[in-house]
Each structure stands twice: as C-alpha cells, then as structure tokens.
T-cell receptor, first 114, second 111 residues
Framework: NAGVTQTPKFQVLKTGQSMTLQCAQDMNHEYMSWYRQDPGMGLRLIHYSVGAGITDQGEVPNGYNVSRSTTEDFPLRLLSAAPSQTSVYFC?????????????FGDGTRLSIL | AQSVTQPDIHITVSEGASLELRCNYSYGATPYLFWYVQSPGQGLQLLLKYFSGDTLVQGIKGFEAEFKRSQSSFNLRKPSVHWSDAAEYFCAVAGANNLFFGTGTRLTVIP
C-alpha cells in the first residue's frame, strides 16, 4: 500500500534552474494538493486539484505551476528556481472534494536553491 | 477567515508524564479539526479528527482531543508520554479546499 509517493526526496538546484517535483497516489483520490513547510510557518497550500483537468491556486502559488492530466499524478513545476523556494514540499490527497476527509501526506521533498 | 493558533512552540515533558498541547481555531461554521504528527524527516501522520458529535475524540497511539466550541479550542492530550512521542505536532482546520495549519508544537521527551 504505497499511498502518496513523492520523488525525489532531496534536490539541490541553482538559482534559475527548473525542475518538477513528482507526486503520485494509488488510492483513486480526486483531491490532491501541494504544500510547502517552512520553519515557524506550518504548512501553506501552493496549488490544489479536485480532479483530472482541474487545478486552482492556494495561498502561495507564485513561482509554481501544476497540471493534472490523470487522477494518479499531480506534478509541481518550478519554472525558475529562487532561493526563497528553499523548503520542504509535501503532496497530499484525500478521497472527497468537499474537505471533510483527512488528507494523506507523502514523505516530502527537501529542496535547496543555491 | 480560517486560522489555527498553537501557542506553544516547544514543550518538554518527562517520560510517563501527562501531556496537553493547545490549539485554538478561528472558523465561522462547525469546524472540521485534525491533529497530525510529524517525526523528523517524515511526512505528516493523522492522529485524530473531529467532524461532529462526541466532543472527546480518540486517536491512534493513545492520544485524545477535546473540542470546546465555547473556547474555540481543540487540545490534544495523552495521559502518559512515551519517548517515541517526541515529534512535531500540528493542529489543522479544514476549509473547502485547504487545510489551515498551525505553526506546530515540538515535543521533547526526557527520560
């Protein structure tokens, strides 16, 4: 039972580079989301999706793009990495669109931008 | 707007002692509340949730939480802490498309 799988676990980038953080879930969940975790700030929502082909912005979307072509996958793209994007990124999913069910989290991707 | 406050950044308790982690929320309607635990280098694991009904909810690992609408609180408790409980704990309230997290409480357990 894999749940939510994130790759890579660690990544170091130079300023201006681009990369994609991968997220896959095998629970057939409609809702998927990306959070970033910064010290003293808890987790903040970057983007979310309520189903294939549907995405929307969260609290801190600037500098990030997402797409949802399948139910299983929800990649997060950094188009031009900046040091302010150094963070731990978590992908999560839940079975309903409405917000009542708890979210299942991946183990995170630790990203450093030099 | 929804928000969560965890007033204690860091708590230290002795193994075997009781524990209470505080959480206060702001939400206009009946809240859906969660407690998550995060061990170092790991993702978040759900401890328990409150949707409605009984205000005292039981979770995994011997944790419980009490919802008090009059105080806008959802405090997490455990009667006897184990060394393996050392972690960071997050309280969260659900919005329509978001989870609003508190800033977390780091728990240290001393022998």
């Amino acid at each position: 039972n894999a749940g939510v799988t994130q790759t890579p676990k660690f990544q170091v980038l130079k300023t201006g580079q681009s990369m994609t953080l991968q997220c896959a879930q095998d629970m057939n969940h409609e809702y998927m989301s990306w959070y970033r975790q910064d010290p003293g700030m808890g987790l903040r929502l970057i983007h979310y999706s309520v189903g294939a082909g549907i995405t929307d912005q969260g609290e801190v979307p600037n500098g990030y793009n997402v797409s949802r072509s399948t139910t299983e996958d929800f990649p997060l793209r950094l188009l031009s990495a900046a040091p302010s994007q150094t963070s731990v990124y978590f992908c999560a999913s839940r079975g309903d669109r409405g917000g009542n069910q708890p979210q299942h989290f991946g183990d995170g991707t630790r990203l450093s931008i030099l | 707007a929804q928000s969560v406050t965890q007033p204690d950044i860091h708590i230290t308790v002795s193994e075997g002692a009781s524990l209470e982690l505080r959480c206060n929320y702001s939400y206009g309607a009946t809240p859906y509340l969660f407690w998550y635990v995060q061990s170092p280098g790991q993702g978040l694991q759900l401890l328990l949730k409150y949707f409605s009904g009984d205000t005292l909810v039981q979770g995994i690992k011997g944790f419980e939480a009490e919802f008090k609408r009059s105080q806008s609180s959802f405090n997490l408790r455990k009667p006897s802490v184990h060394w393996s409980d050392a972690a960071e704990y997050f309280c969260a309230v659900a919005g329509a498309n978001n989870l609003f997290f508190g800033t977390g409480t780091r728990l240290t357990v001393i022998p």
